[in-house]
Each structure stands twice: as structure tokens, then as C-alpha cells.
């Protein structure tokens, strides 16, 4: 039986929105709000991997657990690496589920949507996507894309190719990639030792990465993009959603 833990991991530096992780949103942290929603979905403990004491200590205010982290980490993959060794040397998990830090209204269906996707075949990634219904999104490079084959059960895509463009051409759905992940915990560890590929460095796509080194990566349908907090617009959406919730 495998379980599962979800790890978030919470850069303090931002280029377009600084200290993002403490930001204030309806009297609490934002990292509060990500950490509650990841306790919301049930899927295993909660542990935030930060490169920030303040953040360590909002969180604990909170109630939660953190780990303390290199502040030079490339990307959140490598940083709940770091945490995970520190936190489960006895590899008690075997399911590690990636977070995003910046996702505050974040619906905790999702969250186990990632681990359906990943069970369901024998991924060794689990992700999520919803299709595109706006017509200026299916050009946007920032809207990434998902390229996938469905599999015999419905509601879980194979994954062939992430893109920036649009694709697949003809008629059809396209879908908007949202960048949660679960992780088999030996499927993280060869991620992290993988060298930038070729197609990644050019896309600016991580999860390309795991392609191009031939990992299986299955995902789930759903029927919400998260709001992701990138800039102080953002920042006031999220405000605006989570004060009326």
C-alpha cells in the first residue's frame, strides 16, 4: 500500500512579486492558505520546504511542519528532494506529491486528482490538465499545453509532449497543463539527477525533462485552472476570491 506526503515548496525571492510566500491574503499568509488546502485534500501529511526562517515561522504559527533549504535550488523538484531526505531518511513515503507555493485558492479535489493519475497505469508522474475554453489561450505560450493519448479508463490522458505552442493541430480540445505533481519517490530521485534535456531547455518546461529520459507521466482531467500568484494583480484576485470565501 503506498502513502503518500505532499511537500510545498516556498521560495522567499520573486522577481515580479517579492516575499510572495508571506504575502497577506484575508489575515493570513499565503503559504497558510497553500498549507491548508494541501491538509484539505487528504492525501498524506503536509510539509513545506522553504529557504526562509519568516516562512518557517508563519508556518509553525499555523500549526504546520517546514524544513529549512538550500537557498540555490534550481527549481521546487530539487528543493522537496532536499526536504524529503532531511524529513523521511527511512523512506516512510513513497508517493511525494509537489505543491506549488503560490496556488492559495486552490480547489483540494485537484490535489487528488494528481494521485489518480499516477496510480492509475503505473506512472512514475502523476499532473493534471483542464481543457481550454478560451479562445485567446490556445495561442498564449504562457498557457502551457498538454499532447496526451487517452487511456482505456476516461478522464486520464498519457502524456507524449508539453508545449508552449498550440497543439495538436485539427479539431479538437486542447488542454491547459497546471503544474502539480506526484511523484513516485524513485521517480523523483532519478528527476533530480537528470541534466536539463535538450527539448526542456528550449520549451522552458521542466516536465519535458522526465519525457525525453522515457518516464511515463499520466494526467488527470479536471474542470478548473487554479489561480497561480505571479504579479500583485494576482495577489488581488486572490485577495478578493478568499475574503468572500
Avoid at 527549481?75 to 503560490?102: K, M, Y
Amino acid at each position: 500500500m503506498t502513502k503518500s506526503i505532499v511537500v510545498i515548496p516556498a521560495r522567499l525571492a520573486a522577481t515580479r512579486l517579492p516575499d510572495k510566500p508571506l504575502a497577506e491574503i484575508a489575515g493570513e499568509p499565503m503559504i497558510v492558505h497553500v498549507w491548508r488546502r494541501a491538509i484539505e485534500a487528504q492525501c498524506g501529511p503536509v510539509l513545506v520546504a522553504t529557504d526562509s526562517p519568516a516562512v518557517q515561522d508563519a508556518v509553525a504559527s499555523a500549526g504546520g511542519e517546514s524544513v529549512l533549504t538550500r537557498i540555490d535550488h534550481a527549481s521546487g523538484s530539487d528543493r522537496i528532494h532536499e526536504a524529503l531526505q532531511e524529513a523521511d531518511p527511512d523512506r516512510t513515503f513513497d508517493v511525494v506529491i509537489n505543491l506549488q507555493g503560490d496556488l492559495p485558492t486552490l480547489e483540494p479535489a485537484l490535489v487528488r486528482k494528481c494521485v489518480e493519475a499516477l496510480e492509475e497505469g503505473g506512472a512514475d508522474i502523476g499532473t493534471i490538465a483542464a481543457e481550454i475554453v478560451r479562445a485567446e489561450e490556445r495561442a498564449n505560450p504562457n498557457v502551457v499545453k498538454v499532447v496526451g493519448t487517452p487511456l482505456a479508463r476516461g478522464g486520464i490522458l498519457n502524456a507524449l509532449y508539453f508545449t508552449r505552442a498550440t497543439a495538436p493541430y485539427g479539431e479538437g480540445p486542447l488542454y491547459h497543463h497546471i503544474g502539480l505533481y506526484a511523484y513516485r519517490r524513485a521517480a523523483l530521485e532519478c528527476f533530480v539527477g537528470l541534466r536539463p534535456s535538450p527539448l526542456e531547455t528550449r520549451e522552458k518546461l521542466e516536465q519535458l525533462r522526465a519525457l525525453e529520459a522515457g518516464m511515463r507521466l499520466h494526467v488527470g482531467l479536471v474542470d478548473t485552472v487554479p489561480l497561480g500568484v505571479d504579479t500583485p494583480a494576482d495577489l488581488t484576485r486572490a485577495r478578493e476570491i478568499l475574503e468572500t470565501y
